[in-house]
């Protein structure tokens, strides 16, 4: 069975790579543009994991990570944001706002495959 990816991203060409990425890997994605639409795509569907830009127009990814982490059906979804900002101070408010793990950009291939698989493995230990 293939994983589900949920890529929330409001850059189209950034969006497109993570979907690319995603595709190499074996999983299906999900697009999203911002904060609100991964909100309603999260009514439709809901997917193995999540990748989360932190900057975003409208809901950005600090702000969409807490309603998550808040909402029951999505509380343990596995959640990467990605962002531009690699001050510690911005890696910290990630985390703090639930993101299980924070890369910058432009993250590779084998570092964003590694901790997709991590995370998934993860989920699955503690199902």
């Known amino acids: 069975m293939s994983h589900s990816v949920l890529v929330v991203e409001d850059d189209e060409q950034v969006r497109r790579l993570l979907c690319d990425m995603v595709s190499l890997m074996g999983f299906s994605s999900v697009e999203a543009v911002d904060g609100q639409d991964a909100m309603r795509k999260l009514q439709q569907q809901k997917p193995d994991i999540m990748l989360l830009d932190v900057m975003m127009p409208g809901m950005d990814g600090i702000a969409l990570c807490k309603t998550l982490r808040n909402e029951e059906a999505t509380a343990h979804l596995p959640i990467i944001m990605l962002s531009v ?43």
Do not use: C, W
């Open 85 to 127: 900002q690699s001050r510690p101070f911005a890696i910290l408010e990630g985390l703090r706002a639930g993101a299980d793990r924070f890369l910058t950009k432009p993250t590779g291939m084998d570092e964003l495959t590694g901790h997709i698989n991590d995370l998934l493995e993860r989920r699955q230990v503690e199902a």
